[in-house]
């Protein structure tokens, strides 16, 4: 207020206004700079050609979209609508705003062009990767006589994305650059080498950096995180190792993607090392990195870790908060999830729906169905009650907490349900043993909603069909999986169909499933038919499956116990008191049975 008062009180000329204006938004003060703009107009002065540009831009990087359209119809009013540097900027502006027809509409209308004009254009679609548009407009300006410079090229590539045809005119761009002797550009070169990182071709984007004369952090940033994306993480460790020898300078990305290829490996030793190097160039503090640091120490499962990462951060970001709650919840951890979501509450964080989405899986994983209501209740105060993953959660939530009908009451109300929501409510009436409702909830979503199920929809099937004794639709299913779907079948697949056809008694078609499986027999397909011996008296299959389970886990204890409880169901103390004594023998302890109830 000082500042526009002595302002006011001075005789500023224009040019002093707009050496004001432009220092500011130049310096990053954008509110200043429409301050300033706004005490100019009530010292009775208009802005010219060099006031509007600045002006144009403090509204572009505020996102003031209704404060740029009023000053745009101002600058029209003044007679400013042929200047092709201020026209110039309001296709920018109304482009960082998110309004590309408005954008095109200026640059439609306008009578003379420059080349930063067509670049701006050019940039906008790039920025909404419409790269038909941008390539015609590349095209037209050429036909119209102007030479692109390296930043049109850069504009084009930069929105290459997608399929392969856009790649190939990716290429067509990168060959017009080297013919008008652009191809040395540093800002070009990072440009194509980023597009084809983008398409995986990763090794014709090395070859492109082995080439580069000059080389930038940008440069290593970006093949380093080409590497990583095609989880070839030996050569993406090999090349900052590299970087590090040449001195290169590191920055947050730089970390970030090493810190992911730490996690996606599972290399706690690695992530650590990784994490010292990081406090010892003074920037774990940086939210981006703190954020990778405790995603990566929950992935490798060290939560401790995770968790000191996490206090020692004086500013948290509801991203960290979520993250370090989603820790808790990957690792099992439901309890001290709930709890932190809690401590979260009592800050002046807002949770948002990501964050509100897994503390409900947490109440799920707990089946504490009191604090489920009231984080819904939480939800629904602050507007996220129509949010899709949070509908989704409270599906899941309810179901495992018991309440399958309030499951299906939300379930109902989402209105643009997508693959999530569809199989957390066919999972749901698996678990409570609704096998019909499940099947007719899947043929409802493939054939009203055209949703094609994945292999996770299908578990959630099979296991309906296991609860409920359905063994002819577990077949069909099972069978019509990757006959119409192409969905290999997994694991968890192969032990519901086990688990299905020995609960229906079908033993040996059971065993010829698991013999036949293309994958090597997992305990989670043998127990089940381990069970199903017990239930159906057959002794001498289960003394094979036993055998088989023995050898895969001859440690856990459970399994002796389950073998002796088969013997005494049919009456063979000796045999099931020979099987309790390996217990003792081998010095296995059995994991004492326990319930959950919510105090």
């Known amino acids: 207020m000082q500042l526009q008062s002595y302002m006011l009180t001075k005789r500023l000329s224009l040019a002093d206004w707009n050496s004001l204006i432009q220092t500011s938004s130049r310096n990053g003060f954008f509110s200043e700079s429409l301050d300033i703009y706004s005490s100019m107009l009530k010292a009775g002065l208009r802005g010219d050609n060099f006031t509007f540009p600045s002006v144009a831009k403090a509204c572009a990087k505020l996102n003031l979209l209704i404060d740029g359209k009023k000053i745009h119809a101002h600058t029209f009013l003044l007679g400013f609508q042929q200047d092709v540097f201020v026209q110039t900027a309001w296709i920018d502006m109304y482009s960082k705003c998110s309004e590309l027809a408005s954008s095109r509409q200026v640059f439609e209308e306008m ?6 004009s067509w670049n701006s254009m050019i940039s906008t679609y790039s920025r909404f990767f419409q790269i038909d548009e941008s390539l015609g407009l590349f095209k037209e300006m050429r036909v119209r006589g102007f030479e692109p410079n390296s930043s049109t090229f850069v504009n084009v590539v930069s929105g290459c994305c997608g399929s392969s045809w856009v790649l190939r005119q990716g290429l067509s761009v990168q060959c017009c650059a080297i013919k008008l002797g652009l191809d040395s550009d540093l800002l070009l070169s990072n440009s194509i080498m980023s597009m084809y990182v983008r398409f995986d071709v990763v090794t014709v984007a090395r070859s492109l950096f082995d080439s580069m004369v000059e080389k930038s952090n940008v440069s290593w940033t970006t093949i380093i ?7 070839d993480f030996s050569e993406a460790f090999s090349l900052f190792d590299q970087m590090r020898r040449e001195l290169v300078s590191l920055d947050s990305i730089t970390y970030v993607n090493l810190i992911h290829t730490c996690a996606e490996i599972g290399t706690l030793s690695l992530g650590s090392s990784v994490h010292t190097l990081i406090i010892k160039c003074g920037c774990e503090h940086e939210e981006i990195i703190a954020n990778s640091i405790v995603s990566m120490y929950v992935k490798c499962g060290d939560l401790v870790a995770g968790r000191r990462t996490f206090d020692s951060m004086h500013e948290k970001s509801v991203v960290l908060w979520t993250s370090m709650i989603g820790g808790y919840v990957h690792c099992g951890h439901a309890n001290e999830a709930l709890t932190l979501f809690q401590s979260l509450l009592a800050t002046t964080v807002k949770p948002n729906e990501v964050t509100i989405a897994i503390a409900l899986s947490a109440c799920a994983d707990s089946a504490s169905l009191s604090m489920g209501e009231k984080i819904e209740e939480y939800a629904n105060f602050y507007g996220f009650q129509s949010d899709l993953r949070v509908q989704t959660s409270l599906v899941h939530m309810y179901c495992k907490c018991g309440c399958i009908e309030k499951a299906k009451e939300i379930f109902d109300k989402v209105s643009d349900k997508d693959l999530a929501a569809w199989g957390s409510m066919i999972n749901g009436y698996a678990m409570h043993g609704k096998g019909e409702e499940a099947l007719s909830l899947f043929e409802k979503m493939q054939k009203e909603e055209q949703i094609v199920p994945d292999a996770i929809v299908f578990t959630g099937v099979l296991l309906a069909c296991s609860h409920s004794g359905l063994v002819e639709d577990g077949l069909k299913y099972f069978v019509s999986m990757k006959r119409d779907f ?21 033993l040996s078609l059971a065993l010829k499933t698991i013999q036949d499986m293309p994958i090597k027999a997992h305990i989670r397909a043998l127990v089940p038919l381990l069970s199903a011996c017990r239930a159906h008296h057959r002794i001498q299959l289960a003394e094979f499956v036993a055998k088989r389970i023995f050898d895969l886990e001859p440690q856990n204890a459970g399994n002796y116990k389950l073998m002796a409880n088969i013997y005494a169901s049919v009456g063979k103390w000796m045999e099931a008191a020979q099987m309790r004594g390996l217990i003792n023998d081998r010095g296995l302890v059995k994991e004492p049975g326990w319930s959950m109830i919510e105090a």
Do not use: Q
């Open 486 to 506: 192409n969905i290999e079948p997994s694991m968890e697949h192969y032990s519901c169909l086990v688990d299905l056809l020995g609960r229906a008694g079908y």
């Open 225 to 231: 995180g080409g590497y990583v994306k095609l989880c």
């Open 111 to 116: 009578t003379t062009r420059n080349l930063v």
